[in-house]
């Protein structure tokens, strides 16, 4: 049997590894000398297949040179979080790379959404959710729709706990005409966002069609931000097979000026609710 996947907070935890170390100019094997172990438990550490105990983490963190205890803390938490199974594991989400968005919407402190051609995900409907899953081109089961639909609501918790991330969600105009699911299922959509605009933490911008070119017009992303550093922003970029993870501060950067551009662009919230509410009535 192939072993799981190890999770997104282990293999953070891997990576900081990786980057302290070199950015220490240590060797594995020092590292291994440091700690009393052989190498190959280093590799194995830093390849995020062999769980670290919180002691030997910290210590070879002070080896590497980190002295800032509150950041020390931050990574030794991630670490203990990292065996931790998540909801979507629980519930056999098999896509790896699914389950990893989950874990990152689980755990970011903002999150920021550009959906040029459909409702995001956080703001769906279940009936909504359900009309976009029969129209795959894939051959899916009712019965795998049903769970489908049910991982997307069990997501939209995570905007109902007791400290909520932001979510700032910028829909293109194509998002509140397309009529997914028919005229019913819309109307019932769009007075859920409507609904969901009076949220404290949600802030809902539409990018309307007489923008013309804009900033996003090569496509939808998802912008995660964390509210530790031991975390740093993620971009994910969804395609037919799966998704895309950007994590270097350089295509990072990249996705936040272009989401700050939409922003730009877009309606104001005020503005982009009587256009949300123009469009129900339309129909």
């Known amino acids: 049997m192939a072993q799981p996947r190890p999770s997104v907070r282990r293999r953070r935890v891997a990576s900081l590894l990786i980057r302290h170390r070199e950015a220490a100019g240590k060797t594995p094997d020092e590292a291994a000398m440091r700690i009393d172990c052989h190498r190959s438990k280093i590799s194995r550490m ?24 509150e950041y020390v803390e931050e990574i030794v938490a991630l670490n203990r979080q990292s065996t931790e199974r998540g909801w979507a594991q629980q519930l056999d989400v098999s896509q790896p790379s699914y389950v990893d968005y989950i874990d990152y919407e689980e755990s970011a402190g903002h999150i920021r959404s550009f959906q040029p051609m459909m409702v995001s ?4 409907t279940a009936d909504y959710a359900r009309a976009i899953y ?28 007791a400290e909520p991330p932001r979510f700032s969600a910028i829909l293109g105009e194509a998002a509140l005409r397309g009529q997914v699911g ?9 007075d859920h966002l409507r609904q969901l605009s009076e949220h404290p933490r ?6 309307p069609f007489s923008t013309g070119a804009h900033a996003g017009i ?23 097979a799966g998704m895309l993870y950007l994590e270097t501060p350089k295509e990072t950067s990249a996705y936040t000026l272009t989401f700050d551009s ?12 009587d256009l949300v509410t123009r469009v129900r009535q339309e129909l």
């Open 202 to 207: 949600i802030e809902l911008q539409v990018l």
């Open 46 to 69: 830093e390849n995020a297949w062999l769980p670290i105990s919180s002691s030997e983490l910290r210590d070879l963190l002070t080896f590497y040179g980190v002295d800032d205890a």
């Open 182 to 190: 028919g005229v019913a299922v819309m109307r019932a959509q769009l």
């Open 134 to 161: 029969e129209a795959s081109p894939f051959d899916i089961s009712p019965q795998r729709i049903d769970e489908l639909v049910a991982v997307r609501l069990h997501r939209q918790k995570s905007l109902d706990r």
């Open 218 to 240: 090569m496509g939808s992303f998802v912008l995660f931000s964390f509210p530790t550093r031991a975390f740093s922003d993620v971009v994910c970029v969804e395609h037919r």
């Open 121 to 124: 995900g956080l703001l769906q």
């Open 262 to 273: 939409l922003r730009s662009s877009a309606l104001s919230p005020s503005e982009s609710l």
